[in-house]
Nanobody, 126 residues
Framework: QVQLVESGGGLVQAGGSLRLSCAAS????????MGWFRQAPGKEREFVAA????????YYADSVKGRFTISRDNAKNTVSLQMNSLKREDTARYYC???????????????????WGQGTQVTVSS
């Protein structure tokens, strides 16, 4: 069992930055690939970014590539999402997710993930 708690969301103007963090507890954090997803009202949950168990591989949605950076610290059991050049369309609730496995590949479909946090709201104003 893994418990995930997100933090760092808030209200920011377009063009600004936010850093989301996800703290994990429970089973060995380094055994999990980690992902960030988001969901806006009336829309499906969508993949944002993912990172392999040791941080060696990262994956991004085309919509955030070049603006967002995912990272992890296995010593601190945390995964972060640095979000720069934010746009109004980035407004959503952001979720951290964990997928058991030490593969370099971390999938994009949300249903591939085993554990989820409660999410943190990000609102980008114009």
């Amino acid at each position: 069992q893994v418990q995930l708690v997100e933090s760092g969301g808030g209200l920011v103007q377009a063009g600004g930055s936010l850093r989301l963090s996800c703290a994990a507890s429970g089973r060995t954090f380094s055994s999990y690939g980690m992902g960030w997803f988001r969901q806006a009202p009336g829309k499906e949950r969508e993949f944002v970014a993912a990172i392999s168990w040791n941080g060696g591989f990262t994956y991004y949605a085309d919509s955030v590539k070049g603006r967002f950076t995912i990272s992890r610290d296995n010593a601190k059991n945390t995964v972060s999402l640095q979000m720069n050049s934010l746009k109004r369309e980035d407004t959503a609730r952001y979720y951290c997710a964990a997928r058991f496995g030490d593969s370099d590949y971390v999938p994009r479909p949300y249903y591939e993930y085993d554990y989820w946090g409660q999410g943190t709201q990000v609102t980008v104003s114009s």
